[in-house]
């Protein structure tokens, strides 16, 4: 499997996972021109923006997110909030960035506030 394929699987994994745990999926691979997030869920009063990272490791999937790809996220994530303006806003909604690590033999890290 290329590493394209196993980007995706680990996506839609993600997304399973992250359904288990009681988050609603919005957008899955949300692009814009400044920046891209892989997805973006919510659940009660907080909208997550989540990067999903495949490796064969937990530790080199932690390390794959560098400052220019943190900066890419939120700056795709600005643009999603800019564009939902139509959704009535809450004064009590959180806004976050969560990791879901996603290593050999189907093991799966979500790890919260990660930046």
């Known amino acids: 499997m290329n590493s394209y394929r196993r980007g995706l699987w680990a996506e839609y994994y993600a997304v399973a996972f992250l359904l288990c745990k009681g988050y609603w999926p919005r957008a899955l691979r949300y692009k814009t021109k400044v920046g891209e997030v892989d997805l973006i869920v919510t659940r009660g009063n907080a909208r997550v923006f989540v990067e999903v990272k495949y490796r064969k490791n937990a530790e080199d999937a932690a390390y794959a997110i560098t400052p220019k790809s943190r900066l890419r996220i939120r700056r795709a ?15 009590d909604a959180v806004t976050r960035f969560d990791v879901v690590i996603v290593s050999n033999n189907f093991l799966i890290k979500h790890i919260k506030n990660a930046f």
């Open 77 to 91: 994530a600005e643009q999603y909030l800019l564009e939902k303006t139509n959704e009535s806003p809450r004064l």
